[in-house]
């Protein structure tokens, strides 16, 4: 059971340095069984960071979140968590009951890529993510 968590800045702050950290070690790990893999230091701060790619991509399928403020302002921070983290998502969406886990996380990553491959270049010039020292307006 992942733990629901509050929407703010010092949740998805300090959800990313852990982030961060558990990548690194998501990067060199091959699971051999689901058991194995949840008992590992990094998977609940994996699950966490995702979980909170997985609401915004929500929120945006549901028309809850405009796509455009949210690609202009996620979609680099979004991508780069899918992209860090597909070969586990694709892992854990072979698991028995998890095949739709992350499902609305990797459609929107994918459709937000295709995005950018195309040229659609955001407002703001690219510089995406809450994380980036980007001000807010």
Known sequence: EIP????????????????ISAAKDLSSFKPDGFDEITSQKWYQDVRTYLNLHELLAVGVKLEVFDDDVCYDFWSGEMVRAYD?????IEWLQQQP????TYIELVAV?????????????????????????????
Request: charged share 30%; net charge positive.
């Open 97 to 100: 009951g998890e095949s739709d």
């Open 4 to 19: 629901k968590r509050d929407w703010s800045s010092d949740v998805c702050s300090s959800d990313l340095k852990k982030f």
């Open 109 to 137: 990553s994918e459709r937000w890529k295709n995005r950018a491959a195309r040229g659609l270049v955001s407002s703001n010039n690219g510089q995406v993510g809450p994380f980036e020292g980007r001000p807010m307006s």
């Open 84 to 88: 860090a983290t597909k070969f586990f």
